[in-house]
Every structure is written in structure tokens, then in C-alpha cells.
């Protein structure tokens, strides 16, 4: 069908087609922020800006009216869900930096085992990352090395937390990874096998790097179900039939293979 016949005979689908190009825009300029951040990489990044303009091109040129409405809902589901993805993604990147963080002043304290500083550096990211209780304790056992008059914001920092109100679960030991043994609040390294039980408790609570590639693959994925089923379907007989199944043989494996976790001692 010609685009002009197709204005005048379907145009609320030609107008669904032309308005599926505003957030097809955003999310390429979206995928563009993630591969050069590093969240999504080279060829998923160029996959999916590949997926978007044939998502908008189907969208145009649809087989039926009703693909460009469908294809239009499903973008705009993927823009709605945009601003949720993004929050999860920059809160993964602070918790990693925290975690950082910790690693470096896990390290100073090994360098220096009476390194007072860093383990109240440590006391102060646990507090941030929503570990008052351990926090508390630890930053405790260093307030005494630690002279009001030199070190008064320290000071007044723990005050601050004794009158914060902390539920009573703050101060519940933490199991070691390595050996099971539970620590109870303030202790730095597990009181048995000398382990870093903290560092490696806030490791497997950050999410994991493969976020941005995990939902890039999802969303490939829905693309290609819903813009080549419909093509794939015109078709007819058999052709369509093995068209159809191995549409749906390369979305599993994609899914599959984006969504391994290589990694099974982190949590996913």
C-alpha cells in the first residue's frame, strides 16, 4: 500500500507509526549512554539501536494496522519502564563505588592492622550501605584511639548514631562466607578464619554488571517476536511455520545465554 493511500485509509495506525519515532529516539540515545558507560556493550548496544529503527520501520510499514498500534505500546511500556531501569542501574554503580571503597580501606587495614582510620572509614560505609549496628560497634572500638579534641567530628558522628533509632535485628551477627562462623557486631574480620565477612557480605549485594546487557536482551527480544512474527506469519505454509520456529529457537537462546550467571558464589 502506497504511504499516501495509507494515510487516508488507516490513519490511526499511520499515526502510531509516526509517533512511535519519539520514543524510539530516546531509547537510542539511552543505548548510546550505556555502551559508552560500559552497562551494555559494543554489539548488544548496536543490536538493539538496530532492533529500534526496525521496530519503527515496521511500525511505518506494517504488515496489519494493528502492528504499528502494538509496536507503539511497546515502546512506550519500554520509555515508562526507562526512568525504573535507570534508577537501578546508578544505585548498582554507587553500591559498587561503595564497595570500592570498602576494598581499599580493607586493604589499608591490612597493611596496617592498627590503621584506626580506615576502620573507621569502614564503619562509616557500612553505616551508608545500611548497616548501623556493625557500623556502631566497630566505630566504637576505634572512638577510643581517637582523641575528642583531634578527631571531633568522629566523635560527633557517633553520638549521632547512638540517638538514630536502629532496630534491634542491627545488631544480629553476620554469618562468614568462608566459614560459616557468625560475627557479631564489631569485628572487621571473622573471629575465625581472619576472613573479610563484610567486604564480602557487600559484594554480593550489589547487582551484578550484566543488568544493562540482561535487559538489553530482553528487550531484543520482544522486538523481534513482535515485529517478525506478524512479517513471518504473512508468508504462509511451511515456510512460515519454520520461520516462526526459529524465531522463537533464537530468542530462547538469546535469553539463555544473557541471562548465565557465570558467577554462582554472586548473587544475582
Not at 4 to 16: A, D, T, V
Not at 104 to 118: E, G
Not at 210 to 229: C, E, S
Request: charged content about 15%; aromatic content about 8%.
Amino acid at each position: 500500500m502506497q504511504l499516501k493511500e495509507r494515510i487516508f485509509s488507516e490513519p490511526i495506525s499511520f499515526m502510531f507509526g509516526c509517533l512511535i519515532w519519539i520514543p524510539l529516539a530516546i531509547w537510542i540515545i539511552s543505548l548510546m549512554r550505556w555502551m559508552i558507560s560500559g552497562e551494555v556493550d559494543l554489539i548488544l548496544g548496536l543490536t538493539g539501536m538496530c532492533m529500534a529503527v526496525l521496530l519503527g520501520y515496521i511500525a511505518i510499514n506494517p504488515p496489519a494496522p494493528q502492528v504499528s498500534i502494538l509496536a507503539f505500546v511497546a515502546v512506550v511500556v519500554t520509555m515508562v519502564m526507562y526512568p525504573i531501569v535507570a534508577h537501578a542501574m546508578n544505585k548498582r554503580s554507587l553500591k559498587a563505588m561503595d564497595v570500592e571503597d570498602l576494598e581499599r580501606a580493607y586493604y589499608a587495614l591490612k597493611t596496617r592492622p592498627d590503621n584506626v582510620a580506615a576502620k573507621f572509614k569502614i564503619a562509616r560505609l557500612l553505616y551508608d550501605m545500611g548497616y548501623p549496628g556493625h557500623a556502631l560497634r566497630i566505630a566504637e572500638n576505634c572512638i577510643a584511639a581517637m582523641p575528642q579534641a583531634f578527631f571531633y567530628e568522629e566523635h560527633r558522628l557517633i553520638a549521632r548514631w547512638r540517638i538514630t533509632p536502629t532496630s534491634p535485628r542491627a545488631f544480629d551477627p553476620i554469618p562468614c562466607l568462608e566459614c560459616s562462623q557468625s560475627n557479631p557486631p564489631g569485628n572487621v574480620n571473622c573471629a575465625a578464619c581472619g576472613a573479610p565477612f563484610l567486604l564480602d557480605r557487600m559484594k554480593g549485594k550489589v547487582l551484578p554488571s550484566t543488568l544493562g546487557k540482561r535487559l538489553m536482551a530482553a528487550w531484543i527480544v520482544m522486538v523481534a517476536v513482535l515485529a517478525g512474527l506478524p512479517l513471518i506469519a504473512s508468508i504462509g505454509g511451511l515456510v512460515a511455520v519454520f520461520g516462526i520456529f526459529t524465531l522463537l529457537v533464537i530468542s530462547v537462546a538469546v535469553l539463555l545465554v544473557a541471562f548465565r550467571n557465570p558467577d554462582r558464589g554472586v548473587a544475582a
